[in-house]
């Protein structure tokens, strides 16, 4: 898998490989505005993920999800902080976004 160094870098990135879409993430769903649609925790995968954390303060991280859906045939990308600053979401929605132990 790839590495990145920046989060923009990530996001042009996946961008190049089809993931296109930008999408939000809700309490009980990722969200594609652009096209007007949910996806719920059932109908998409997560393909890869990048963590990058701030330069000057450790606190401030993010991560950024490859998400695809064979049901709306659609590729995007999902940013969200985590830790103290991590939206609430269900916990079906948690288990499937939940990063890997390296």
Avoid at 17 to 36: M, S
């Amino acid at each position: 898998m790839k590495k990145y160094s920046t989060l923009i870098e990530a996001i042009e990135g996946l961008k190049t490989e089809g993931y296109t879409e930008d999408f939000n993430l809700k309490q009980n769903c990722i969200e594609c505005k652009d096209r007007n649609f949910e996806l719920f925790h059932d109908e998409f995968e997560v393909d890869k993920y990048f963590r990058f954390e701030g330069d000057s303060d450790p606190t401030d991280e993010s991560i950024i999800y490859a998400i695809s859906s064979e049901k709306r045939n659609v590729k995007g990308i999902l940013i969200n902080s985590f830790g103290i600053y991590s939206d609430p979401v269900i916990d079906k929605m948690l288990n499937k976004l939940k990063m890997p132990n390296h």
